[in-house]
């Protein structure tokens, strides 16, 4: 996979599996009641127990994307990577110059609404709802 930027993909192409999963702020510090502006958007297969698939993220690598979504600034777009030693990461395309992101046990985590997943991002662990997730 390179840092440059993504091809187009047909949904068609995609197996079932395939979900847009967004995912918004929760309650922090400087964020009582969340905030929908600092979201992702990640376009994963997930099992029939709603767990990142590895298996199929293994054969369709490159329609697994991801977008960050933050006020007054354009998206940042890149995709979910399987780490050595089976963690995930968001990994940016290079115009984007953000570090990798890591997901704190995502190989774990349920994406269904309602769920709470966390990211590292620079640094810091943040606390992220799981608000949709639909099809293709």
């Known amino acids: ?3 440059g930027s993504p091809s187009a993909i047909l949904n068609s192409s995609l197996p079932a599996r395939f979900r847009q999963i967004r995912l918004e702020l929760a309650r922090e510090p400087g ?3 969340g905030e929908s502006r600092i979201a992702y958007v990640i376009v994963a297969p997930l099992d029939e127990n709603d ?5 199929t993220w293994k054969k369709h690598r490159e329609a697994c994307r991801v977008a ?3 006020p ?5 777009l890149g995709h979910l990577v399987h780490r050595p030693g089976g963690s ?4 940016y395309d290079a115009a984007a110059n953000i570090p990798d ?3 704190y046990h995502f190989g774990d985590e349920r994406f269904v609404q309602g769920e709470y997943v966390s990211i590292r991002e620079e640094g810091d662990m943040h606390t992220f709802r799981v608000v949709a997730v639909s099809r293709l």
């Open 88 to 91: 995930w990461a968001f990994q």
């Open 31 to 33: 964020h009582p009641e």
């Open 72 to 76: 007054q600034q354009p998206d940042s």
């Open 51 to 55: 767990r990142i698939d590895a298996e």
């Open 68 to 70: 960050r979504q933050r």
């Open 101 to 103: 992101e890591a997901g």
């Open 1 to 3: 996979m390179t840092k």
